[in-house]
């Protein structure tokens, strides 16, 4: 039972990561477009930002509801995509019809208030007025459109009714159940509101303290590949706040954060909201990482470390890929990562103190949206300071921790290449096996790929249930944990490994893409 909670909570993880990953895409134009508005731009530029961001607000942001929905369903039917984009997205389009329905039915439908229809429960989806249930709408029938189509899509009837099986067959089901859930929201969905703006008062009232208790479960969320489902209600539901901006209510401090860049010009300040996501877990403190572990490592080891912790450090940095520079630590000093944890944590609880109101990210963004802010809002002189201080921190803490418990972090105990070829003859001998120093180099370019290696790893092809990815991790559903063979998994380059039940986590970092194509690949060989 617990795993196959785990499983559960993992795949809808990874599935709703999918369509949060062209936000970043998103995220950064209507960063520029707020820069080409600022008041000293060209009228034809300040046009043209004006034209970007309206697009993208209005096409993407506005609609995220609908992007969620189409994005889960596919991402949890990956062998059926087709099939789960067009059921999710019309099973979506009838829910509004129906419960645009049921409230008039009802004669429950609200009016138009001075802030439209703001504060009264419903809002305006697709141009329709239906219950406000913002982007949990788009997870919620993007969840139910996977689940179903997964359990009907090899459900075959006799030849003449062959037209109703299988995918026909999930959308027949997927009508009658998205008209009862359009009804059955109208009473629940109330109840289940005010839970949920009760947490949200109690994030907004907790202010900085709200913040270090996010940031520090969010980190130690993140060795389970869990973290996605705490950062995502954050950004894009009530739970990250709720702010009315040039007469439109926006939920989630992302969805607050792109509303205030649009509207620059008819704000006078920054919503707190904002200090969920500066975060200066991708710049700060990976660099305070990388000095501690190169400072506590042998001398004759420097270099090494160096070579390891710099490209690490530059994921980070530029793509705000933290894994590489954290697993480096993870799995072998828990301790450490608590310790993260706990500075990522004080990190946002200390900006808020402080007043910063710029999202702080990867450099790139970072100073994107420094330049778009103006400074009397956005406070960005903060930025380097609070800077300084948590790579300080994090480098001081790291460094006491491993030297005071002698830790065996990356390059304290990292053995010299003759103690490695001394302990490959010693295991090899283990195995029945007799070499040489020349045929362990053989062995070192054995010719088996880096793909073939992960399927024999995981028990063959036959073994492997389902194969996706997220931004960092190849997530693979085994059939036989047993069959699992982790000696062979570490051939294979990784950061790190992950098991659970007959859930397997491979952390690949940058170019987790490529990865899973080269491995689909071999198993279809």
Same mark, same amino acid.
């Given at each position: 039972?617990?795993d196959?909670?785990y499983?559960?909570m993992?795949?809808?993880s990874?599935?709703i990561?999918?369509?949060?990953?062209?936000m970043?895409v998103?995220g950064?134009?209507?960063a520029?477009?707020?820069?080409?508005?600022i008041d000293f731009?060209?009228?034809?530029?300040?046009s043209?930002g004006?034209?970007?961001?309206?697009?993208?607000?209005?096409?993407?942001?506005?609609n995220l509801?609908?992007v969620f929905c189409?994005?889960?369903?596919?991402?949890?039917?990956p062998?059926?995509?087709?099939?789960a984009?067009?059921i999710?997205?019309?099973s979506f389009?009838?829910?509004?019809?129906?419960?645009?329905?049921?409230l008039a039915?009802?004669?429950?439908?609200?009016?138009e208030?001075e802030?439209g229809?703001?504060?009264s429960?419903q809002?305006?989806?697709?141009g329709?007025?239906?219950?406000?249930?913002g982007?949990?709408?788009g997870i919620?029938?993007g969840c139910?459109s996977g689940f179903?189509l997964?359990?009907c899509k090899?459900?075959?009837?006799p030849?003449y009714?062959?037209i109703y099986?299988?995918?026909?067959f999930?959308?027949? =089901?997927?009508? %009658?159940?998205t /008209? &009862?859930l359009? @009804?059955?929201?109208?009473y629940?969905?109330?109840?289940?509101?005010i839970?949920?703006?009760?947490?949200?008062i109690?994030i907004a009232?907790?202010?900085p303290?709200?913040?270090f208790?996010?940031g520090?479960v969010?980190r130690l969320?993140?060795?389970?590949?869990?973290?996605h489902?705490?950062w995502?209600?954050?950004?894009?539901?009530?739970?990250?706040?709720?702010?009315?901006?040039?007469?439109?209510?926006?939920?989630?401090?992302?969805?607050?954060?792109y509303?205030?860049?649009a509207?620059?010009?008819? =704000?006078?300040? %920054?919503?707190p /909201? &904002?200090?969920s @996501?500066?975060?200066?877990?991708y710049?700060?403190?990976?660099?305070?990482?990388?000095l501690a572990l190169?400072?506590?490592s042998?001398k004759?080891?420097?270099e090494?470390?160096k070579?390891?912790?710099?490209p690490?450090v530059?994921?980070s940095?530029?793509?705000?890929?933290?894994?590489p520079?954290?697993?480096?630590?993870?799995?072998?000093s828990?301790?450490l990562?608590?310790?993260?944890?706990i500075?990522?944590?004080f990190?946002?609880?200390l900006?808020?103190?402080?007043g910063?109101?710029?999202?702080?990210e990867?450099?790139i963004?970072t100073?994107l949206y420094?330049l778009?802010?103006p400074i009397?809002?956005g406070?960005q002189?903060?930025i380097?300071?609070?800077?300084?201080?948590l790579t300080f921190i994090?480098?001081?803490?790291?460094?006491f921790i491993i030297?005071k418990l002698?830790?065996n972090?990356?390059?304290?105990?990292m053995?010299t290449?003759?103690e490695?070829?001394?302990?490959k003859?010693k295991?090899?001998?283990?195995?029945?096996?007799?070499?040489?120093?020349?045929?362990?180099?053989?062995?070192?370019s054995?010719?088996?790929?880096?793909?073939?290696?992960?399927v024999?790893?995981l028990?063959?092809k036959?073994?492997i249930k389902?194969?996706?990815?997220c931004y960092t991790?190849l997530?693979i559903?085994?059939?036989?944990?047993?069959?699992?063979?982790k000696d062979i998994l570490e051939k294979y380059?990784?950061k790190g490994?992950v098991?659970?039940g007959?859930?397997?986590?491979?952390i690949?970092g940058?170019g987790?893409?490529?990865?899973?194509q080269?491995?689909e690949?071999e198993?279809?060989k």
């Amino acid at each position: 039972m617990k795993d196959k909670l785990y499983n559960s909570m993992q795949k809808f993880s990874h599935a709703i990561i999918q369509p949060v990953m062209f936000m970043a895409v998103a995220g950064i134009l209507i960063a520029i477009s707020a820069v080409l508005k600022i008041d000293f731009m060209p009228d034809i530029i300040k046009s043209f930002g004006d034209f970007l961001n309206k697009v993208l607000v209005g096409g993407m942001i506005s609609n995220l509801s609908v992007v969620f929905c189409i994005g889960i369903a596919v991402a949890l039917v990956p062998d059926k995509k087709t099939a789960a984009a067009v059921i999710s997205i019309i099973s979506f389009l009838i829910f509004l019809q129906a419960n645009n329905f049921w409230l008039a039915h009802t004669e429950s439908l609200a009016q138009e208030g001075e802030f439209g229809l703001s504060g009264s429960g419903q809002g305006m989806v697709l141009g329709v007025q239906v219950t406000d249930m913002g982007v949990f709408l788009g997870i919620l029938i993007g969840c139910i459109s996977g689940f179903v189509l997964n359990k009907c899509k090899d459900v075959k009837f006799p030849k003449y009714l062959s037209i109703y099986e299988g995918a026909n067959f999930a959308f027949f =089901i997927m009508i %009658i159940v998205t /008209s &009862i859930l359009a @009804i059955g929201v109208t009473y629940i969905w109330p109840i289940f509101n005010i839970v949920l703006n009760r947490l949200m008062i109690w994030i907004a009232n907790s202010g900085p303290v709200g913040f270090f208790v996010y940031g520090f479960v969010n980190r130690l969320a993140l060795p389970l590949g869990l973290h996605h489902l705490l950062w995502v209600p954050m950004g894009y539901s009530p739970i990250g706040g709720q702010a009315v901006i040039n007469g439109q209510t926006f939920y989630g401090a992302n969805n607050i954060r792109y509303a205030e860049l649009a509207n620059l010009d008819k =704000i006078s300040s %920054i919503d707190p /909201s &904002i200090g969920s @996501i500066v975060n200066f877990g991708y710049t700060a403190l990976p660099i305070g990482i990388a000095l501690a572990l190169i400072k506590t490592s042998r001398k004759e080891n420097k270099e090494k470390v160096k070579a390891m912790v710099y490209p690490a450090v530059a994921a980070s940095l530029l793509a705000g890929i933290t894994e590489p520079i954290e697993f480096l630590f993870l799995f072998g000093s828990p301790i450490l990562w608590i310790a993260h944890a706990i500075i990522y944590g004080f990190g946002m609880l200390l900006s808020s103190i402080l007043g910063l109101r710029v999202m702080v990210e990867t450099v790139i963004t970072t100073l994107l949206y420094s330049l778009a802010v103006p400074i009397e809002m956005g406070r960005q002189w903060l930025i380097p300071i609070i800077f300084v201080i948590l790579t300080f921190i994090e480098y001081s803490v790291f460094k006491f921790i491993i030297e005071k418990l002698d830790l065996n972090t990356i390059g304290r105990k990292m053995p010299t290449e003759e103690e490695m070829e001394e302990a490959k003859r010693k295991r090899d001998a283990r195995k029945g096996k007799k070499v040489s120093k020349d045929n362990i180099s053989e062995d070192k370019s054995d010719d088996k790929s880096d793909a073939y290696i992960i399927v024999d790893g995981l028990g063959g092809k036959e073994n492997i249930k389902s194969l996706e990815n997220c931004y960092t991790r190849l997530r693979i559903c085994v059939e036989d944990p047993s069959k699992v063979n982790k000696d062979i998994l570490e051939k294979y380059p990784s950061k790190g490994i992950v098991e659970s039940g007959d859930n397997i986590q491979i952390i690949i970092g940058l170019g987790v893409e490529e990865v899973k194509q080269s491995v689909e690949k071999e198993m279809n060989k």
